[in-house]
C-alpha cells in the first residue's frame, strides 16, 4: 500500500474503500431482498400447481377414490418429515407437558383440518382443478363474515368491499351453473370444504391472543390428529376394504403418485407458513396467482371439457379475486396508518 492510498482509506482488490462497499451493499440489498422474495414465490406456485396436479392424477385418473387411506397417507409423510426436522435441530420439540391446554383449545381447528383436506379430496376428485380453485376463491367471503363477527363491524362501513364479494357469489353461481363436467357430490364436498376452511380461520383468530404456537408446531398436530382419525375412518367408510379391489393396486405410477403427493403437500403448507411469517406484503396476491397458474396449466394436462360461458365465469371469478385481495390489502394498510400515524419529517 503506498502512501496515497494509505492517505485515501484502504481500498480493495476492486479499487473501492469499505465506505464506497458498504453504501453500494445498501443499495444492492433491496435488489437481493426483492429476488429473494420473488424465488419464494416461485416455489409456492411451482409446489402448489405440482400439488395439485400429482392429486388430480391419483384421484381422477388412477381413480383412487378412498381419501381416508389417502390422506392418511399424506398427513404420515407431513408428520414423519417434521419429526426429522425436529431431530435435526431445525424445529423446536413439539410434545410439551404444559401445552395440554394449548392442544385443547386448539381440538376444534385439528377436527376442522381432518374434515377439510377429506372434503378436499372428495371434491377434487370429481370436479377440474380451474372449477374447484374459483369455488374454492368464495373462502374469502366467509373471511370477512368472520372478521365482522370478530371486530363488530358492519355492512355499511365497507359498501365497496361487501358489493366486491357480492359479485364474487355471483361469479361461484356462475361457474357452477356452466360447468359441464357438473357432479353433484364433488359441489357439495367442495362447500363443506369451504365452511371448515372459514371456521378454521375464525377460531384461528379468536384464539390469536390466548395461543402463541409456532406454526409448524401446529401443522404437526394437524397432521398427527388426523392419522388418528383417519386410520379408524378408514374401515368405518369402508375405504379400506374396497382399496383391496383397486385395479392399479399394482401399479409403479400409483406407489410414486402417493409419495409425490404426500412430500410436496408438506413443502407446500411449509412455503405458506414461511411466507405467512415473513410478512410479506404480497403473500395473499402471491398465493393467488399460483391459483391462477395451476388453473392455465391444468387445461393441457387433463384435456378435459370446457365451454366458452364456464371460462368466462371462472375468468370474471379470478378478476375480482385479485381485486378483492388488493382492495383488502389498501384498507388494511390505510387503516393501519390512521391507527399508527407515521413520525412527519
Not at 376428485?125 to 367471503?141: E, R, S
Not at 379468536?206 to 409456532?214: A, G, P, Q, W, Y
Not at 374401515?235 to 382399496?243: T, V
Not at 371460462?311 to 382492495?327: D, K, P, R
Amino acid at each position: 500500500m503506498n502512501i496515497r492510498q494509505a492517505r485515501h482509506g484502504r481500498r480493495f482488490r476492486s479499487g473501492l474503500t469499505p465506505d464506497q462497499c458498504s453504501t453500494l451493499t445498501m443499495t444492492l440489498f433491496p435488489f437481493f431482498q426483492n429476488a429473494y422474495n420473488h424465488l419464494d414465490l416461485l416455489n409456492l406456485c411451482f409446489l402448489f400447481t405440482v400439488t395439485c396436479f400429482v392429486n388430480k392424477y391419483v384421484l381422477s385418473v388412477l381413480r383412487f377414490m378412498y381419501p381416508t387411506i389417502f390422506q392418511g397417507w399424506q398427513t404420515l409423510v407431513g408428520a414423519v418429515f417434521i419429526q426429522i426436522q425436529i431431530m435435526q435441530g431445525y424445529i423446536d420439540p413439539v410434545f410439551d407437558v404444559n401445552n395440554r391446554q394449548t392442544l385443547i383449545l386448539c381440538l376444534p381447528e385439528l377436527v376442522l383440518f381432518a374434515i377439510s383436506i377429506y372434503s378436499g379430496s372428495k371434491a377434487l376428485a370429481n370436479i377440474t382443478i380451474p372449477a374447484f380453485l374459483a369455488v374454492c376463491n368464495g373462502c374469502l367471503l366467509m373471511k370477512r363474515i368472520s372478521n365482522c363477527f370478530l371486530h363488530r363491524t358492519f355492512m355499511l362501513s365497507d359498501p365497496i368491499g361487501w358489493l366486491t364479494h357480492g359479485t364474487l357469489v355471483i361469479t361461484v353461481l356462475g361457474v357452477l351453473k356452466t360447468d359441464p363436467m357438473y357432479h353433484y357430490d364433488g359441489y357439495f364436498w367442495v362447500y363443506v370444504h369451504i365452511a371448515c376452511l372459514g371456521a378454521i380461520f375464525l377460531f384461528t383468530e379468536i384464539n390469536k391472543d390466548i395461543i402463541r404456537l409456532n406454526k409448524t408446531k401446529l401443522l404437526f398436530y394437524n397432521y398427527v390428529f388426523s392419522i388418528f382419525v383417519f386410520a379408524p375412518c378408514s374401515y368405518l367408510l369402508g375405504d379400506a376394504a374396497a382399496a383391496v379391489n383397486f385395479k392399479h393396486f399394482y401399479l409403479y405410477r400409483f406407489y410414486v403418485g402417493c409419495i409425490l403427493s404426500g412430500v410436496f403437500g408438506v413443502l407446500l403448507n411449509l412455503q405458506h407458513i414461511k411466507l405467512e411469517e415473513s410478512k410479506l406484503s404480497t403473500y395473499d396476491e402471491s398465493v393467488h396467482i399460483a391459483k391462477i397458474v395451476a388453473s392455465v396449466m391444468s387445461v393441457p394436462v387433463f384435456h378435459f371439457p370446457m365451454t366458452k360461458e364456464h371460462i368466462l365465469w371462472i375468468l370474471a371469478n379470478q378478476i375480482t379475486t385479485v381485486f378483492i385481495i388488493s382492495y383488502s390489502r389498501h384498507k388494511y394498510t390505510e387503516q393501519k396508518q390512521i391507527n399508527f400515524p407515521g413520525e412527519m419529517d
